[in-house]
């Protein structure tokens, strides 16, 4: 009887192994797909957006379509990132494509993008330095995106945010700064897990 008993949960604990892996198939299938259907759209967003720059018929046109390309990059630089994910569950890492860039432009941009989606927040800008280096440009704008864009929601809603980047001969250091009641220690010990968020500061 006992060994009737360990054969059927052996047997159940090979199906449970085999179900996860069918649904982790099945999830990464959806994500390549999902990743590779968003293009088509968004590079419609981009050629349109452009063609509106071309025109160069208003000022505030021409500063709207802009921004919209600059967006629709940093959308296709998530959908990359998609394709990223599914290649780290292949085992085959994420790609870095570091280039010289000026990190003062990729730093602008963030800040100008989050400022439109952002109208009511007054965000500071402060660039000192040599920005000068090699970088992974699209890497660092969806980084620093998200570093503002928590300091503008979870800050002080009264008092500005600041970004200071700082260019030193080896090192470039960035700084996004907001008002507000400080994260407490229970929700800073597990900040960078995925899927979790704590109290809202500063509300």
């Known amino acids: ?29 959806l994500l390549g797909m ?8 968004l590079q419609t967003i981009l050629a349109t957006a452009e063609f509106l720059s071309a025109l160069n018929a208003w000022e505030k ?17 998530l959908l990359n990132d998609l394709c ?18 000026d990190l003062a ?15 009511d927040r007054r965000i500071d800008l402060e660039v000192k330095g040599n920005m000068l280096g ?3 440009g699209s890497r660092l704008q969806q980084l620093l995106s998200n570093l503002v864009l928590n300091a ?23 700084e996004v700064i907001n008002s507000g ?5 229970q929700t800073l010990a597990r900040i960078f897990d995925p899927l979790t968020r704590g109290v809202e500061c500063g509300r």
Request: charged letters at 25%; zero cysteines; glycine letters at 6%.
């Open 1 to 29: 009887m006992m060994r009737f008993n360990e054969a059927i949960d052996q047997a159940v604990a090979e199906s449970v192994d085999f179900f996860n892996v069918q649904v982790e198939q099945s999830r990464n299938l």
């Open 34 to 41: 999902l990743g590779h259907d968003m293009r088509s759209p």
């Open 61 to 77: 046109v021409s500063e709207a379509a802009a921004r919209l390309i600059r967006s629709g990059a940093s959308m296709n630089a």
């Open 84 to 101: 990223d994910f599914n290649r780290t569950q292949l085992g085959l890492g994420i790609n870095i494509d570091p280039n010289p860039v």
């Open 105 to 119: 432009n990729v730093v602008a941009d963030v800040v100008d993008q989050v400022r439109a989606a952002h109208p």
């Open 134 to 136: 090699f970088w992974d």
């Open 152 to 174: 503008v929601r979870y800050g002080a809603p009264d008092k500005p945010v600041r970004v200071v980047v700082t260019g030193h001969d080896t090192e470039v250091r960035i």
């Open 181 to 185: 009641a400080a994260i407490d220690g």
